[in-house]
Each structure stands twice: as structure tokens, then as C-alpha cells.
């Protein structure tokens, strides 16, 4: 984590507000990726088009609203509707905050999947970006893909919604909250619900469901959510934590005044979860292998091809890069997750270099192979 201003949390609620339509999902039938990134504190960015502009917004299962920025307000087409909503920030003891206004979007689009007529509210978003450490324009949460399953895929930095409703096993747990993903869990004996939220950094509890678990070491800490900035306690736990079948051992987490307990990423980002908000029902499974950084760090799913990129090898070349291929593949565009090479730069010649561990795109290899196919490799 960096230091300073972390862990961001963004857990909101929508209160006496006008902004409460949380659009309709226009989605294929079957899966499809939404286009999204991760930050290095595992924040899902989702990478939005509204009239015609891209921004980012991350996707928030600890809010029941959408929110946006000034800048998405006064760009996107859409209609105002009349002022008065106030956001309550429940991770910080009830926090009321006013929003300058709100808006109706007419379209917001993801990839192949469309949400159309959402309500968010404005508001100003700087002290969260400062914290992410990059421009967001807005929070997203979980009602708009009410009607489908959405996944979060944090090891293999994967979101995509799909049509296969879940069903009860022995990965699922049942939902608890009308409208945020709660679920029970366990702190040693203490039996306790808390939200699943993708917008808090550190897990949080309230001081009773802390205090006596903890093995003593502690920290200040400071943290950003929509009504400023905050500070608190940071314990590490004494006993698991335990989430349906899942168990986690020295949680850190925030202990602080709030209304709901969240699970944050620093727990989550090691799982795929899945949201059936129709079945009322939570899947969290562990994966494994994580990709390695140095290969594309921010997707791990085809965009191209709509598919999750595979664990394979491939050959370590050495040598300038093929100037002839960058300079007449469309290779971001065409094949962006080949990956059938790992070039580490010019000026080391070994016998037998090996090869390496790579994350890729079957469809993109064939798209390469059948580029060079067509064009020659421009051997010189
Ligand atoms: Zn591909």
C-alpha cells in the first residue's frame, strides 16, 4: 500500500434523493468482459464511453448509487434532475454530503454492454483521486447489473457480466442486504455481517467487533471517503476471519465509528467474487496465479477476443525489437495479448535463453500467426 492517504473507502448510500433510477443493462446474451483496469491497491477501474468520451470509474460495491464528477456532468447528454439529493457516508458514522446536483444519463457503455437511464449524483471527486493515485470520474455500484451476474475476477484482473444465475453450493453465500452485498461472516466466536465492498482498501470494523481480537500491534492510519478525510486505528486481528468458506489470517483492518463492517480488497483481491443480486447469492472462490507484472499489469482478460488470457510460456529473445512488425501490425489493436515473445532488449546474446511465464490470448496468437502469414516477417 502507499503511504498517506490510504485506504480509500467510498462506501455510500443514497438518501432523500431524486437520484434513485439505477439504469437498465443492455447486455449479449452469454458473457461478456467489461473494459477495466486495476490499480496497485487492486481498485477495479471500469473504462466507461458516455457521449462519446472515455473516462473511468470505479466500480464501488459498497455504494447502492452511482456518483460522478463535474466533468462527466457538464459533457455527457443526459437530463439534470432537481437538486436536494445528500449522500450519507456510512463509513463514517452516518456523514451527510450534499451533492451539487444530479443527472440522468442517457447512455453509459462498456464494452459491448450498455447501461441506459442511470441516475448519479455530482460530486466533487478530487480527495479520492489523490488517494487512488489516478483520475477517476465517477463511482459505479452494483445495481445497474442487477439483471445479470457480475464477476470480479482480482487475480486474473477480469470483470465481466453473464447470464448464468447462481446456485446454491458450497461457494455461495446468501445475500443479506436489500441493497448491498452483505454477508455474515466471523471474527473468531463473534458472529457478525459485513458488506462486501470493491471501494474500500482495508477491511473495516466497528470497535466492538475489534476489541479483545486483536494481537495488540496498532497504527494510525488515514483514509479518504466521500465526505473528506479521516483518520483511524489500524489492528491486526488474532483470529481468522472467516467469509463463508474462505479464511483469512492477520487481517489488518480500520477499526472506526461506522454502520457496516466491509470486507475490502486487501481480503479481496485474492478472489473471484460473483454477484447474483436476482438469486440473492455471493460465489468467492480463491484463484489461483497471479499475472506476472511485468506483462500487462492492468488486463488479464482479451478486450479483443472477449476471453480471459491463459498462463502459458514463451521463448526470451534478445535483440532490437522487430521494427518491421512495430511499425506495420496494428498490434495493440489486432493481437494485443499474443505475447508469444518476451524481448528482454538488445545487446545480450546467450546460446540458450529459456523461456518465461506469460499470460495470453490464443485468438491473438492466431491473429499474429496469420498476420506474419500474410505479410512476412520482414526479416532483413
Ligand atoms: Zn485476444
Not at 437538486?83 to 442517457?106: C, M, N, P, Q, S
Request: proline share 7%; hydrophobic share 35%.
Amino acid at each position: 500500500m502507499r503511504p498517506g492517504l490510504l485506504p480509500i473507502v467510498a462506501t455510500l448510500a443514497l438518501l432523500h434523493g431524486c437520484a434513485t433510477r439505477s439504469g437498465s443493462l443492455d447486455a449479449p446474451p452469454g458473457v461478456s468482459i467489461l473494459p477495466s483496469s486495476f490499480t496497485e491497491d487492486a481498485c477495479c477501474l471500469l473504462h466507461v464511453r458516455i457521449s462519446g468520451t472515455d473516462y473511468r470509474m470505479l466500480l464501488d460495491t459498497g455504494s447502492n448509487g452511482c456518483v460522478v464528477s463535474d466533468r462527466i456532468a457538464k459533457n455527457a447528454a443526459g437530463s439534470k434532475i432537481a437538486r436536494g439529493d445528500t449522500l450519507v457516508d456510512y463509513t463514517r458514522g452516518d456523514v451527510k454530503v450534499e451533492a451539487t446536483h444530479a443527472i440522468r444519463l442517457d447512455e453509459v457503455v462498456l464494452g459491448k454492454v450498455r447501461i441506459v437511464d442511470l441516475d448519479a449524483v455530482v460530486i466533487d471527486l478530487s480527495l479520492l483521486c489523490t488517494a487512488l493515485g489516478q483520475p477517476i470520474d465517477g463511482l459505479i455500484g452494483l445495481k445497474p447489473f442487477r439483471t445479470r451476474v457480475l464477476t470480479i475476477d482480482y487475480p486474473r484482473r477480469c470483470v465481466s457480466v453473464g447470464d448464468e444465475r447462481l446456485r446454491e453450493d458450497r461457494d455461495t453465500l446468501p445475500i443479506r442486504h436489500p441493497h448491498l452485498p452483505m454477508v455474515d461472516v466471523s471474527i473468531g466466536r463473534a458472529r457478525l455481517r459485513a458488506v462486501l465492498d470493491s471501494g474500500s482498501g482495508l477491511t473495516a470494523l466497528r470497535p466492538r467487533d475489534a476489541d479483545g481480537r486483536t494481537t495488540g500491534v496498532e497504527e494510525t492510519i488515514r483514509s479518504a471517503t466521500i465526505s473528506g478525510e479521516h483518520t483511524s486505528r489500524m489492528i491486526e486481528l488474532a483470529v481468522p476471519l472467516d467469509v463463508g468458506p474462505l479464511r483469512f489470517d492477520g487481517v489488518r483492518a480500520s477499526v472506526h465509528d461506522t454502520r457496516y463492517p466491509r470486507i475490502g480488497l486487501e481480503e479481496l483481491r485474492r478472489l473471484r467474487v460473483t454477484f447474483d443480486q436476482l438469486s440473492r447469492l455471493v460465489r468467492l472462490e480463491r484463484v489461483a496465479a497471479k499475472p506476472p507484472t511485468a506483462d500487462s499489469p492492468s488486463a488479464a482478460c482479451c478486450e479483443r477476443h472477449d476471453r480471459p488470457l491463459l498462463r502459458g510460456t514463451a521463448p526470451v529473445v534478445y535483440g532490437l525489437p522487430n521494427l518491421y512488425l512495430e511499425a506495420l501490425a496494428p498490434r495493440s489493436r489486432e493481437f494485443p495479448h499474443a505475447n508469444s515473445s518476451v524481448n528482454h532488449g538488445c545487446g545480450v546474446i546467450e546460446e540458450n535463453p529459456g523461456t518465461e511465464p506469460v499470460w495470453f490470448c490464443p485468438d491473438c496468437r492466431a491473429a499474429e500467426r496469420a498476420w506474419f502469414e500474410a505479410h512476412g516477417n520482414g526479416e532483413r
